[in-house]
């Protein structure tokens, strides 16, 4: 069964640092995309990142460029979001979501085209 399990989520001060973990299983990362999204308390969802498999995209929206980076790790099918120098308004549930076929090529950072969905975790940012 497919399923995305995110984690690393917490509580940091702002300037602090995370690193959120998404392990996939039931597949494997070679002809996927996985992104992250994050959904802020008044409910707006937000695309934040994306990696493809197929020819190496990445996609970074213009509020975490230069602070956040993606990686990925086919052995451990584990895709990894690396978020430094934390704002307040970092902070909400970030989840990671796989798309399949044309989306992978262009890292979409829209919703409707992922797939699969994890359950969430939590960051939180404040003094």
């Known amino acids: 069964q497919v399923q995305l399990v995110e984690s690393g989520g917490g509580h940091v001060q702002p300037g602090g640092s995370l690193r959120l973990s998404c392990e996939a299983s039931?597949?494997?990362?070679?002809?996927?995309?996985i992104a992250w999204f994050r959904q802020f308390p008044e409910g707006e969802r937000e695309g934040v990142s994306c990696i493809s498999s197929y020819d190496g995209t990445t996609y970074y929206s213009e509020s975490v460029k230069g602070r956040f980076s993606i990686s990925k790790d086919n052995a451990k099918n584990t895709v990894y979001l690396q978020m430094n120098t934390l704002k307040r308004e970092d902070a909400g549930v970030y989840y990671c979501a796989l798309t399949r076929g044309r989306f992978i090529r262009t890292c979409p950072p829209t919703t409707s085209p992922y797939d699969y969905w994890g359950q969430g975790t939590q960051v939180t940012v404040s003094s």
């Open positions: 039931g597949f494997t990362l070679d002809d996927y995309a």
